[in-house]
């Protein structure tokens, strides 16, 4: 037998004591008084005092046991056997919620924790049938829990149970597998509190058929309260176990560039990340890799400590424009569904760059055109745009442009500078080069402003970098950062030979030190180049002169026609446009929608499905809104790279590629034992079982409430009570009186 509410005995049976205490302190209220005629009563109550004292004791007896079935009666007590069906109403609701998240595709031996939940429902209900009464079928699948908010009916609810039914659930079963969702166990719990209430003489049994992760059941407290909310409505609670041990697994938790992409022919360094879900060290593990279907030299992973995540560089290099993909594959384990990870990516011919030369005699632009496009046959994948200060004030051009570069402008207006820092903390990069045209007062307080603006440092005066006659000391020294990565720790680089004669001193830093950076110093330990995140975006400040031409103090450095400045000019734009090169990569269960402009497109749209055996095609007629095209796929079901062949106006046909990632983290293969989940699930009472063990002699799945038997009762205590009292009174009627 169980209860509704189990608290309430806890609460009520103790007032069952009640009418035995007062009966006690009535007693001690009698006082004795010496009287003649007592003798002849005394006598009597010697004769008779058998049988008041089991009148008493039987009158005592129904309070008290009308207390206990008002206690019980509210308790809502459940029988759960067949006897029941004597005493209670037998309509009992089986609610099952089913994990169907892809960590249920654990494999141990011939078997995975899906088939197992499949084989735990088909019983579950065969032994729901034998039991007399009404039999009725909820079945909540995990996956489908998160779209019942946006009208999504279930695949049964309130089903009335019987052969036919059950049938077509091992049938829908069947013909379903895990989904590639990493959905937890709070969002099914919330779908089931928000089910219909009980109907009159209903009672509800939860099944929470899982595999029980640690990841998600662990300190989690939304899960437990859900829980424990859910067992407060539900006459039993049956925890079913899938999966009886912890296995081995690794899974690929990162495939991107490591700053943003690059322009075709360009090459890009991407990051694959490992994650080892394990206790165990793995060792020698090699990750395949494709790029537009051929094969790259595989990544190789010497060691990834247990619950580590350890991440490899390779390079690539998409040969022309248009989307490009590429493909990581881990070797098979207990878990496949994230052994692979995606990208795709839309790659352009080359990035715009607007840059704005104020110096007088424009010479800083040719050097860093010059080294951003030097033309010929090398492919740096940039397209600097050089304009004068004026062009500034066209503030809706500026968003056309990966990155802006100021050289040497003496001053912005208002607009301007406001301009500027919008674009920046969109996500924009800027970079300042400084030189003798530069109004330190208006970059201290517009652009400076106390710390608060565009630029990290405030400006001092142009200043002279002192020989301090040791040839062997660079003049500039360089920070591990992407800008300088690359000449880092080199000996005898180009970077000796550099030459710095005048720089601007700084006054002080900004007022948040933790977003400005030093990247490069001069020997004096000087700033010499200066960075400060802004938003989303990054302003870097070089406090020197570009150009070595001559100036009315002299040349400020030789460091644009050193060797190492193309390098360092190619990084810096990487660096500053990564926010701007983007890609697009979605995790499954997200929503495939973009826009196309109206103007340029058809609304026609064919959609290719990854990894759906043989390949689904899809048609869309996407809508119009505000001169655009909404193409919506819905959402993302599986992981892949999904291809939207789109059809322009004017030209050949064109194509989308969007990469569609599992969550990795599903991929944490440690689970709650039957101690530990005890541990989690204290002051929750639950029935547990494995799956695998569940068979048909297992009881307690069905149930008869006993409400209305208990409620007869108390009427017929109540009665009894009444009856008795007046018989075991001493007020009893006199005949041949009349009132």
């Known amino acids: 037998m169980s209860f509704l509410f189990q608290s309430l005995l806890t609460i009520g049976l103790p007032l069952v004591a009640l009418p035995l205490v007062i009966h006690l302190i009535n007693l001690r209220r009698h006082q004795r008084v010496n009287w003649a005629a007592m003798d002849f009563l005394l006598e009597s109550q010697k004769r008779n005092k058998k049988w008041i004292m089991l009148r008493q004791l039987l009158l005592l007896m129904l309070r008290t046991t009308a207390i206990a079935l008002v206690v019980l009666m509210l308790a809502g007590p459940i029988l759960m056997s067949q006897w029941g069906s004597l005493l209670g109403s037998g309509v009992t609701h089986h609610v099952l919620l089913v994990d169907d998240s892809y960590s249920m595709s654990d494999r141990s031996q011939d078997t995975t924790g899906w088939d197992e939940a499949k084989g735990a429902v088909s019983q579950i209900l065969e032994q729901a049938t034998a039991n007399p009464g009404t039999q009725k079928l909820t079945l909540l699948r995990f ?14 609810a309130s089903r009335s149970l019987d052969r036919g039914v059950i049938e077509e659930v091992n ?47 662990l300190d989690n407290n939304q899960t437990k309260q859900l829980l424990g909310q859910l067992r407060q409505e539900v006459a039993d609670l049956q925890l079913v176990q899938c999966i009886n041990q912890t296995h081995p697994n690794l899974a690929i938790s990162k495939l991107e560039p490591e700053a943003g992409i690059r322009a075709a022919g360009v090459e890009t360094w991407m990051e694959l990340g490992v994650t080892n879900f394990s206790d165990k060290q793995a060792v020698a593990v090699p990750v395949a890799v494709t790029q537009d279907g051929q094969k790259l030299p595989a990544v190789e992973f010497d060691e990834i400590g247990p619950g580590q995540t350890v991440t490899r560089r390779f390079r690539v290099a998409f040969p022309d424009a248009g989307p490009h993909q590429v493909t990581a594959q881990l070797p098979g384990d207990a878990l496949a569904t994230d052994n692979s990870r995606y990208f795709a990516c839309d790659v352009p011919n080359s ?14 632009a040719y050097y860093l055109r010059t080294a951003l496009s030097p033309g010929g046959s090398a492919k740096p994948g940039w397209s600097p745009r050089v304009e004068p200060p004026s062009f500034l004030r066209n503030h809706d051009q500026l968003d056309n442009f990966a990155a802006i570069f100021l050289l040497d402008v003496p001053r912005l207006d208002e607009t301007e500078v406001t301009a500027l820092e919008d674009y920046v903390r969109a996500g924009g990069g800027v970079a300042l080069f400084l030189g003798p045209d530069v109004q330190p007062s208006f970059y201290n307080e517009r652009l400076y402003r106390d710390g608060t603006g565009l630029i990290p440092v405030e400006l001092d005066v142009p200043t002279q970098l002192l020989s301090v006659g040791d040839e062997e000391t660079p003049d500039v020294s360089v920070e591990d950062h992407p800008v300088f990565r690359i000449f880092a720790g080199q000996r005898n680089s180009f970077l000796s030979v550099a030459r710095v004669n005048f720089y601007y001193a700084i006054s002080g830093l900004g007022e948040s030190p933790e977003q400005i950076r030093v990247l490069a110093r001069l020997r004096n330990d000087a700033p010499f180049v200066v960075e400060k995140q802004l938003g989303k975006g990054h302003v870097v400040v070089q406090l020197c002169k570009l150009s070595p031409e001559p100036t009315s103090l002299g040349v400020w450095s030789n460091w644009c026609v050193n060797p190492v400045f193309p390098v360092f000019a190619n990084e810096l734009a990487g660096y500053l446009t990564s926010a701007r090169r983007d890609f697009d990569t979605q995790e499954v269960g997200s929503q495939l929608s973009f826009t196309l402009p109206e103007a340029e497109y058809k609304p026609e749209v064919m959609v290719r ?24 796929a819905g959402l993302s079901k599986v992981s892949g790279v999904w291809q939207f062949e789109l059809s322009p106006l004017q030209q050949e046909a064109d194509r989308k590629l969007v990469a569609v990632n599992v969550d990795s983290v599903e991929g944490d ?25 569940l068979t048909a002699a297992d009881e307690q799945l069905a149930g008869f409430r006993l409400g209305d038997t208990l409620l007869a009762l108390l009427l017929a205590a109540l009665v009894a009570e009444q009856w008795l009292a007046y018989r075991a009174s001493y007020h009893g009627r006199v005949k041949g009186v009349s009132r």
């Open 351 to 364: 990035f715009p760059l607007l840059v704005i030369d104020g110096s007088g005699a424009g010479d800083d």
């Open 171 to 217: 049938s829908y079963l069947e013909s379903e597998s895990v989904t590639e969702t990493a959905v937890g166990p709070s969002e099914a719990f919330q779908a089931a509190l928000a089910l219909p209430e009980r109907e009159p003489g209903e009672s509800r049994i939860l099944y929470v058929i899982s595999d029980f992760r640690s990841r998600q059941w």
């Open 609 to 632: 499905v990854p990894r759906s055996g043989q390949e689904e095609v899809i048609n869309l007629s996407a809508r119009a809104e505000s001169g655009n095209y909404l193409v919506d």
């Open 143 to 156: 996956s489908v829990a998160t779209d019942l908010s946006a009208g999504k009916e279930m695949e049964f």
């Open 669 to 693: 293969l440690n689970q709650l034992d039957r101690d530990k989940l005890a541990t989690q699930l204290e002051a929750i009472d639950y029935q547990y079982s494995l799956a695998s063990q």
